[in-house]
């Protein structure tokens, strides 16, 4: 599996979720987009930075570079739940899934679902 990207700023992450749902933007796109005024070069820079961390690639269309994900949305959230799984629970994602339930995040009936879902999963592919 390949190594999964590094982390976003909040402010990236609305970047990529304007890629994601567009498909492809430019940076005047992106800056129309987002929820506050940034300036062009700050928008540049982002996009930039997104590529440099292998989140973005760009082609060129006319004069303006057009940008792509060059990861898929389910990618970056498993690789942002593998990063914290590891920081705070020392990698035991079972210690995440206890917390969700202690917390009260997660109730006995998706519990029950999740159960259901791993009994099913079983079998076919290796854990890990």
Do not use: C
Not at 81 to 105: K, M, N, Y
């Amino acid at each position: 599996m390949p190594k999964s990207p590094a982390s976003l700023s909040p402010l990236e992450h609305d970047v990529m979720r304007i890629v994601w749902a567009r498909g492809s933007a430019t940076a005047a796109d992106v800056g129309a987009a987002l929820p506050r005024r940034l300036t062009n070069a700050t928008v540049r820079t982002l996009l930039r930075r997104l590529e440099a961390k292998r989140y973005l690639r760009h082609g060129v269309r006319g004069r303006a570079f057009v940008y792509e994900p060059a990861v898929a949305q389910s990618q970056a959230a498993t690789g942002a739940l593998r990063r914290i799984v590891q920081r705070f629970f020392g990698g035991s994602a079972s210690s995440l899934v206890a917390g969700l339930v202690d917390e009260g995040l997660i109730g006995p009936d998706e519990v029950r679902a999740l159960s259901k879902r791993l009994g099913r999963s079983r079998g076919k592919r290796p854990a890990g």
